[in-house]
């Protein structure tokens, strides 16, 4: 597995380089044995250090994890036992679950249209009138590939993530659904069959 390991404008040292490498590769080999790739970031926080580990498990599957400590080393080792209870526990609910979420073929995942609204200095510069209340703006764009799924799977997917939602294509009824994190931490379904 081909793992990069960089720091967040701080050089990260030999040292940290190689316990990152070796601790990544040693539990996702325990889990999974062909991974594609792995990156680890080191950020300077507020009073510590933080560490964001990005593996992907498949060419469609990615778990995050991060890590917080006073020290560098100390954050990594945070990160890592972070994502190997992450892996532990997608591992057994693939062995549990009757279909693999890595099984999706690629001729299941639909290119989601992306939309982008005007914000209010667009409407300005264009010379329309937005009236009396301003537009949100538009924080991030990005495209989405949707993929085919069951919830199970679904709700597999999001909690290896650190996403908050997750929108995919149900397999029972090829509708759109989403699956989010609820604030009480719970995962929550939403299914628009009915509307």
Do not use: C
């Not at 469609?60 to 080792?77: K, M, N, P, Q, S």
């Not at 945070?78 to 892996?87: C, D, S, T």
């Not at 690629?106 to 209340?133: I, K």
């Amino acid at each position: 597995m081909e793992i990069s390991v960089s720091g967040k404008n701080m050089d990260t040292g030999t040292a940290f380089q190689t316990h990152a490498e070796d601790a990544l590769n040693n539990v996702v080999g325990k889990y999974f044995d062909s991974a594609v790739s792995g990156k680890v970031t080191l950020e300077k926080a507020d009073s510590g250090f933080r560490v964001k580990t990005r593996v992907a498990l498949s060419r469609r599957i990615e778990l995050e994890a991060t890590g917080f400590a006073h020290e560098a080393h100390a954050a990594l080792d945070a990160a890592i036992e972070h994502a190997e209870k992450r892996l532990r526990r997608h591992k057994r609910r693939l062995k549990n679950h009757r279909g693999s979420i890595t099984e999706v073929e690629a001729n299941d995942v639909f290119e989601a249209p992306m939309t982008v609204y005007a914000g209010a200095e667009q409407l300005d510069d264009a010379g329309l009138d937005d009236g009396d209340e301003a537009l949100p703006p538009v924080v991030a764009e990005m495209a989405y590939d949707i993929g085919m799924m069951t919830v199970e799977q679904a709700v597999m997917k999001l909690e290896l993530s650190e996403d908050n939602m997750l929108m995919f294509r149900n397999s029972s009824h090829f509708g759109l659904n989403v699956v989010y994190r609820r604030g009480d931490g719970s995962i929550g379904w939403v299914d628009p069959r009915g509307l």
